[in-house]
């Protein structure tokens, strides 16, 4: 049975919050699970807050979950060694972070950094070395995420985004070249509503490799405001390979703070995005989402 999950960063505009307040949200929302940026105090392993939020989430009966797209200083796919060499050690910081949470699963774009900037003209041959040292860098890191039994999903994401990892086919000889059982795939349905002819077909080919899913509409409002992603046909191709990982909801209404400018939120897209609607609208969207899972 899948359970649902909601990004914490849905109700406000900042990445560094009280995490805690937004584990209680979600609880009162009717989610099963959060979905987090690890803060820096879990990839600094500072045990003491990583317990606090521990017990917050145990009390409220919400399971966490991590997702992280890394900095340029901590890109795994860099040219320059150091850099390389950064990511990797920041990676195996979030892995023993979530292993010490208890969570099961790290996904985003864990081979490179995000959001990417366009400085220079890329070319093919650019993609395919940034590639190469991508899959590398992960094939140092994933033994750690083996011993510890965690999911290492790596997210496909819009050619505006980051250019390595873009579609399914990529994801799966991504996932195939770095050669563990525990490289999977975290689709996300805003940005395959760009790179894939057809969201349910993706889902079919990715098959046994689809670890986690990011759910919203195409726009990134809640799932069932809008009218171009085909719900009930995601819904049926999930079912067909018995999908049974997480399913986040991961909107972004708001314009303005980081999460707007990194998420290229230009305009409000609700009309009322004060905590309050938001959390009203997100409730709804969950009741919409349940009933079309059944």
Known sequence: MNRFGIHYAYWGDQWEVDMCERVRLAADAG???LEVTPPAYMTNLEKDKMDQLKKCAQDHGIEMSF???????????SSDLETRKAGIEHSKRMIEAVHYMGGKILSGILYSWWPYLYEKPLTIQDKLDCWKRGVESVQEVIPLAEDYGITYAIE???RFEQFVVNNVEEGKRFCQEIGSPNAKL???????????????????SAGPLLAHIHISEN???????????P????????????????IVLEPFV?????????????????????????????????????????
């Open 254 to 294: 708001a314009a303005g703070g980081p999460v707007g400018n990194d998420l290229r939120i230009w305009r409000n897209l609700d009309g009322d995005v004060s905590k309050e609607a938001r959390h009203k609208n997100l409730k709804r969207s969950l009741k919409f989402v349940r009933e079309l899972m059944g």
């Open 186 to 204: 975290l689709l996300d349905v805003f940005h395959a509503n760009i790179e894939e002819d057809s969201i349910p077909d993706a889902i079919r």
């Open 67 to 77: 997702c992280i797209g890394f900095p340029r200083s901590k890109d795994m796919a």
């Open 219 to 229: 726009n990134r409002r809640l799932p069932g405001t809008g009218k171009n992603i």
């Open 231 to 246: 719900w009930e046909e995601i819904a049926k191709a999930l079912k067909e390979i018995d999908f049974q990982g997480r």
């Open 156 to 158: 496909m994401v819009n």
């Open 31 to 33: 989610f099963d699970v």
